[in-house]
């Protein structure tokens, strides 16, 4: 694409934010009473496992995933957004250093900025506006005309990060030349192979695979140094 704006295309969840925004939305859902108590058997093994590095961290966020679609049928929107709500107030500046300097970075530098996470939309739109992104593309839930979920999601195709980002070219009128991406794990594969300058942060093992066999970026933060590998 010859004309249009530049961009970047963040992750968010373990990339901007130091933890999983859905992990602590189910988390805060619990402690409302919105979601019982028991929604933590979902997850409680596996978090143990990860805590004690027994297990990996996929199986802990699968779980919460499977806490939340269970238990997320017939509750009101407005549940969902206030817990949101309260978890972006407290823990919105939990973001790690690197990503955060190169948002302000890139800003300044006038790049159209997107975030991109399977976490709900509902929380990512009071997130992500704070650090200053364009356009936010997470996933939303279908309600009834009460605005109780249904459980269902809207659109299957936003699981494709690749999908979104092509979508967000065309829609936007972006350009790739000069491009910038930014991913933590091998979900964020995708969308890496499409920008022009993929940036591998904190990978797992198998993104970090990955952007090796590529020649792909890779940085590491680690307590306050950040270093390239």
Known sequence: MATGKKFAVFDVDGTIFRSSLLI??????????????????AYAKQHEKWL??????????????????????????????DASKRVVA????HTYRYPRALIKELKER???LLAISHSPKTILDKFCPRLGFDK????????????????????????DKAYLIRRAI?????????SI????????????????????????????AHAKKEKWKVVVERKDVIYQL
């Open 24 to 41: 602590q939305v189910v988390e805060q859902l619990i402690r409302d009473g919105v979601f019982p108590e028991e929604a933590q058997a």
């Open 52 to 81: 004690d590095r027994e297990g990996d961290y996929d199986s802990y966020i699968q779980g919460v995933i499977q806490a939340f679609t269970t238990h997320l049928t017939g509750v009101h929107y407005g549940a969902l957004a």
């Open 90 to 93: 407290a823990q919105w500046k």
């Open 110 to 112: 006038g790049y159209f």
């Open 136 to 159: 936010v593309y997470g996933l939303l839930y279908e309600t009834d005309e009460e605005e109780r979920f249904t459980g269902k999601i809207m659109d299957e195709q936003a699981l």
């Open 170 to 178: 065309d829609k936007e009128s972006l350009k790739l030349g000069n």
């Open 181 to 208: 991406g930014v991913g933590d794990s091998e979900s964020d594969i995708a969308f890496l192979e499409i920008v022009a300058k993929p940036i591998c942060f904190n990978p797992n093992a198998k993104l970090y």
